[in-house]
């Protein structure tokens, strides 16, 4: 006969199993739950940095885009591509290829003919210099050579130094006359990434080339291996040079597919951390997250150690294993104690029973009661942790976004610098001819002895600097940062400010100007700065509207009443589509050709009004287009009117 326990045994090692599978099942949902957790955290946080360096890549790509456009149009650059044999031509365009280079962080600046010959270089005085140098097989010049801009990433022929090349066609009289090129290392953004030791940050091409990374291992090396007629294509391109392109070694940890992209890198990182307990084997494992490149082909990727995960999953171990085979204890004595309460009620007189089974029956409801109590007080707690959560990552988007948007003016008043530029090359240009001629002159009349004619020579000097002192304190202004804070602004010096800025546009042109700007003060609640790049822009817009117009006039007329000043901006360039009217405020929106702006102007000039309490409108009236701004008004320079 099989051997049987008997009853008040058996309950006891039903207790006890109950007990362990209650323990062990706890276990395993807490470690998942804890694995998913740590690793969705993980990731949460390792998208946000992701955004954070694609949008700091982006900056430093942007910041030097305009570049090769405006040395394109340089009058020195031109000369010597229409003398290309000139020794003194040479020597100058290259020191101020030189200048350019140092004040800009450019790695290479040089200037090539219609053939790919480098006519003149920044790097002209070293042993890795360009000058007399071939590149016409490489992409960027075939760009530029067909009137376009180019950008191509690849390991210089010359120096054996990576760097992204950017380029811009020579023109004139419609035809490309030469190419103006500027290489951009990405070494200094590699050695700022490489200050997180816990993160990798690798930017890869479109052949899963990896170009630039925080990790010095890591780079030129392919994400997968390369097919073969890959290999043959980048080595008949020379892109790469002798570079060997070996495959990274990422390999997928399958266990942990369903919570995120894992891989265990082959290749080693030249400073690896020091050795830790891995209780998950995750050693030298990262979770990857990647962002496309906006405007190129390439991606930007972001390795995260995984030891977080590791150390939020042991720490949720010690804290639970004891807290679990506690629990699990407690209700082994619960069961224990309740089989022992049944075998003495069994010898309980009738007379109790129903006494016993009352105080059982109001002991479960006060159980009951508890129970719910507790669940909706751990409700009320999980929701006050999610909603303190929630400020929190708001809080920081916020700020994420006012930076940005900061980072966003300056680049725009900067971008307004670059397209200024030819403009304020003339106009400095020509005090700069005249000064050389008094000098001569007075010279010459010294000589002479003709003393009172050179000093009026000397003096014509002096107005001419004068003049330029004027002209580059204008553009320091307009070019510093803001600091963003409000100020009583007077709104006609900010106009006249904003004129002087353009002038370089409206006096070629023949623009003919209208102020109608009362004659009481008008102050606004504004920032300097902001307020006139708002105002450079609409002025260029309007002039660059009238450029094919009959007739040019700009209108500037401000009015205002006792809590409003509205300044409006008038041109004669026949007004705007009425269908693209509604959409001109929109970021990236543009009625201009390629190369011509990238439509940020005037949405960022209607964010920065908006931010100030008041409005941009445009519309159309009989001659061309009407911009007004509508801002409140300041009553004594201090605070805004009641």
């Not at 058996?10 to 740590?38: D, E, M, N, Y």
């Not at 919570?259 to 979770?287: D, E, I, M, N």
């Not at 949720?316 to 629990?327: E, G, N, Q, S």
């Not at 004027?470 to 553009?475: A, D, F, K, R, Y």
Request: charged share 20%; net charge neutral.
């Amino acid at each position: 006969m099989p051997t049987r326990f008997p009853k008040p045994q058996r309950a006891h090692l039903s207790a006890a199993l109950l007990g362990a599978l209650v323990f062990v099942a706890t276990l395993a949902l807490t470690v998942f739950w804890s694995l998913g957790a740590a690793v969705t955290s993980l990731e949460r946080a390792s998208i946000h940095k992701l955004d954070l360096y694609q949008q700091i890549l982006s900056s430093e790509v942007k910041r030097h885009q305009f570049l090769p456009f405006a040395l394109a149009r340089n009058q020195q650059i031109l000369e010597l591509i229409g003398h290309q044999d000139d020794p003194r031509r040479v020597a100058e365009v290259n020191r101020y290829l030189e200048e350019v280079s140092r004040k800009t962080g450019a790695a290479a600046v040089y200037v090539m003919n219609v053939a790919g010959l480098t006519l003149a270089s920044s790097n002209w005085d070293t042993a890795q210099s360009y000058i007399d140098h071939n590149y016409g097989f490489r992409p960027y010049f075939r760009a530029a050579v067909t009137g376009r801009s180019g950008h191509y990433f690849a390991v210089g022929i010359t120096t054996s130094q990576p760097g992204l090349f950017l380029s811009y066609p020579i023109e004139r009289g419609g035809r490309v006359m030469g190419v103006v090129a500027l290489k951009l290392s990405l070494d200094p953004l590699e050695q700022d990434w490489a200050t997180q030791p816990q993160e990798k940050v690798a930017v890869v091409d479109a052949n899963g080339v990896v170009i630039s990374s925080s990790e010095p291992r890591w780079k030129f090396r392919t994400l997968e291996p390369l097919a073969p007629e890959k290999r043959r294509e980048l080595k008949v391109s020379r892109q790469f040079a002798d570079l060997q392109l070996s495959p990274l070694g990422l390999q997928p940890v399958a266990w942990l597919a369903p919570y995120g992209s894992v891989y265990r890198v082959a290749t080693l990182p030249q400073s690896p951390p020091p050795p830790k307990l891995h209780p998950l084997g995750l050693g030298f494992c990262y979770l990857a997250s990647r962002t496309p490149l906006p405007d190129s082909d390439w991606t930007l990727y972001l390795f995260s150690a995984m030891t977080p995960v590791e150390e939020a999953l042991a720490n949720t171990l010690a804290f639970f294993v004891p807290t679990a085979l506690a629990l699990a204890l407690v209700l082994f004595f619960l069961l224990e104690h309740r089989v022992q309460r049944r075998e003495r009620l069994a010898f309980e007189a009738r007379a109790k029973a129903e006494l016993e089974a009352s105080q059982e029956q109001l002991q479960r409801t006060l159980d009951e009661q508890e129970e719910r109590i507790r669940e909706r007080t751990a409700e009320l707690r999980a929701s006050n942790r999610l909603l303190q959560h929630e400020i929190v990552e708001r809080t920081r988007a916020e700020s994420v976004l006012r930076q940005a948007q900061d980072e966003l003016v300056q680049a725009g008043k900067l971008a307004a610098l670059g397209q200024m530029s030819a403009g304020i090359t003339h106009e400095l240009n020509q005090p700069l001819a005249a000064i050389r001629t008094f000098a001569a002159s007075g010279r010459l009349l010294l000589e002479r002895g003709q003393p009172e004619q050179a000093v009026a020579n000397f003096g014509r000097i002096q107005e001419l600097t004068e003049r330029m002192a004027t002209l580059t304190n204008q553009l320091k202004a307009f070019a510093r940062k803001s600091g963003g804070k409000q100020a009583p602004v007077a709104v006609a010096p900010a106009v006249r400010q904003a004129l002087a800025l353009v002038e370089h546009l409206t006096g070629p042109r023949q623009v003919e100007l209208e102020l109608e700007l009362p004659a009481e003060e008008l102050l606004v609640l504004a920032d300097q700065l902001r307020l006139e790049q708002v105002l450079v822009n609409l002025f260029a817009n309007a002039t660059d509207a009238m450029k094919a117009a009959p007739q040019r006039r700009l209108r500037i007329a401000a009015e205002a009443d006792s809590e409003r000043v509205r300044l409006s901006v008038a041109d004669t360039g026949g007004g705007v589509d009425p269908q693209v009217l509604p959409h001109i405020f929109e970021p990236f929106f543009t009625t201009k050709g390629a190369g011509e702006g990238l439509g940020l102007g005037l949405s960022i000039a209607f964010g920065i009004i908006r931010d100030w309490g008041g409005a941009l409108t445009a519309r159309n009236d009989a001659a061309g287009a009407c911009f007004t701004i509508d801002l409140p008004r300041c009553g004594d320079g201090k605070d805004p009117a009641p």
